[in-house]
């Protein structure tokens, strides 16, 4: 149990695109859903907390319009890169806090890796 | 500000010795501590949870002390296979919901 999921895997796009990653709770209803990026050998660093119906919470230096995400419902979360720069380049992890599991885990995705060009 | 550490070498061992990893933190006070397991172009997969009022937990070969005077937690593999080849997080609650804030993690290798 407790599954998440994200789409694509991969991806790659040209500077000045936007793109979507998911992140999908496959088993259970996760009220608040978390994006991390993590750069090659370098932590997991959260970016924000995105719960279901309100509002995403952006952690200090991380900008809300360039970052935009969406929590329409229990199972989904949406995470968009718009105006996409190389910098932007990075594994972009999401996880899930659900009603199914130990309030105090977290249950991961299997990342995103974004390349832009 | 906030810090968790882990030794930035990587470790290696041989197959069936005991692995041991360190986390140490400052300016915190955490009402848990995590670890996880990283494999390369993977997400964190969930290993142990060790709460505060905690000293130590063992969950199969995996062994976790947790020393809040020393602000530190040991992370322990015993009879190590190469398939325990990864890297390992260390993490703490961010105090802010169940947002978790990781150290760089250690490379452990295992070679038969």
């Known amino acids: 149990g407790a599954v998440v999921s994200q789409h694509p895997s991969w991806v790659i796009c040209k500077s000045g695109t936007s793109v979507k990653i998911e992140c999908r709770s496959l088993d259970f209803q996760a009220t608040t859903m978390f994006w991390y990026r993590q750069f090659p050998k370098q932590s997991l660093m959260l970016m924000a907390t995105s719960n279901e119906g309100s509002k995403a919470t952006y952690e200090q230096g991380v900008e809300k319009d360039k970052f935009l995400i969406n929590h329409a419902s229990l199972t989904l979360s949406t995470l968009t890169v718009t105006s996409a720069h190389p910098e932007d380049s990075s594994f972009y992890i999401c996880s899930a806090e659900g009603l199914a599991g130990d309030r105090d885990e977290q249950y991961f995705g299997p990342g995103t890796r974004l390349t832009v060009t | 500000s906030q810090k968790i550490e882990q030794n930035s070498e990587a470790l290696n061992i041989q197959e069936g010795k005991t692995a041991t990893l360190t986390c140490n933190y400052t300016n915190y006070s955490p009402a848990y501590l995590q670890w996880y397991r990283q494999d390369p172009g993977r997400g964190p997969v969930f290993l142990l949870l060790i709460r505060e009022n905690e000293k130590e937990k063992r969950k199969e070969r995996l062994k976790v002390t947790f020393d809040t005077t020393l602000k530190q937690s040991l992370f322990h593999i015993t009879a190590s296979q190469p398939a325990d080849s990864a890297t390992y997080l260390c993490?703490?609650?961010?105090?802010?919901?169940?947002?978790?804030?990781f150290g760089k993690g250690t490379s452990l290798l295992v070679t038969p």
């Open positions: 993490a703490l609650d961010l105090n802010s919901g169940y947002a978790l804030n």
